[in-house]
């Protein structure tokens, strides 16, 4: 089983491009809001660049970061020579980049530390499954990756990753909802889930989502989850630090003015807790990001 992951932009799977978006619904909907968090013009002129790079086009249409694109904002973009001011931003400067780069990074050191033989690990939903080939599989034998997703650009990207990064221990994938995973299913001994809570307000959605994670979970086994916290101006508990309030406010213009980011459910880390040990789960512990914007949880069966 080989693990030769490289970060290597001549190498990186290339999504389909996206023409110039079409601006007027974007122009109307700021010129007619009742509030924006920067001046309009300001805000104009943030749409206006978004569509002169691939990576803004594909946030103003998709409005989230794609499986393809928050692997480039992870892993490729922060080694790049990036052109534009304001992709440079969103890569090095926005808190949540690096927020979710520092996921990235604690998803690796608490998986690599949990590596063991014959072990069964399930990424849902699997974005590219970057972090489980970017471990570290010397003396360690006969481990299964699964990606479960429910979209299949996505699991086609990350298909192509696990050909390209040279991984030949078992690799399966299956294209499912997270909430529907089925009566039949396999069971695994470590899962990752990172973003799907994020894009869900409601409190019973997201603890059935937890339950079914629950049910493909082997005895013992060990969930690891990510959330994004509420902002001191949402909350009284907001665990928020070392963030610059500008950068804070040119984000929010952006993916809440802007381009209405699906994803803006934000919880407490109490409230994570709760919807967790609520479907019979055991908090094992806490991982926050330097920022306090987007903790782990490592939670067992």
Not at 195 to 212: H, I, P, T
């Amino acid at each position: 089983m080989k693990n030769s992951y490289a970060l290597q932009e001549v190498n990186f799977i290339h999504p389909q491009l996206h023409e110039e978006v079409d601006l007027r619904a974007h122009e109307k909907k700021l010129k007619e809001a009742r509030y924006l968090t920067l001046p309009l013009e300001e805000m104009l002129e943030l749409l206006y660049q978004l569509n002169e790079f691939e990576l803004g086009r594909s946030l103003l249409i998709n409005r989230r970061f794609t499986g393809y694109w928050r692997a480039y904002a992870i892993l490729h973009a922060p080694h790049m020579s990036l052109k534009h001011p304001l992709e440079n931003w969103l890569i090095n400067v926005a808190p949540i980049s690096l927020a979710i780069r520092e996921v990235f990074k604690n998803f690796q050191t608490e998986v690599q530390k949990r590596l063991r033989n014959a072990m069964s690990l399930s990424a849902i939903p699997c974005g590219l499954m970057n972090t489980f080939l970017s471990l570290n599989y010397k003396n360690i034998n006969n481990v299964k990756l699964v990606g479960i997703d429910s979209d299949t650009e996505t699991i086609n990207y990350a298909k192509q990753n696990v050909a390209m990064q040279g991984f030949t221990g078992s690799v399966s994938f299956h294209q499912k909802d997270a909430w529907n995973l089925g009566d039949n299913y396999e069971k695994y001994d470590l899962i990752i889930n990172h973003g799907l809570n994020v894009y869900e307000y409601d409190e019973q959605r997201v603890k059935s989502l937890y339950n079914e994670l629950y049910k493909v979970l082997n005895n013992k086994g060990t969930l690891l989850v990510s959330f994004f916290t509420p902002s001191p101006a949402l909350s009284d508990d907001s665990t928020w630090r070392n963030f610059d309030p500008y950068a804070v406010k040119k984000q929010k213009a952006i993916f809440a003015d802007i381009i209405n980011s699906k994803w803006q459910a934000y919880r407490t880390e109490g409230q994570t807790r709760s919807y967790l040990e609520a479907v019979g789960f055991k908090i094992k512990e806490v991982i926050y990001d330097h920022q306090g914007m987007a903790p782990i949880v490592i939670a067992e069966k």
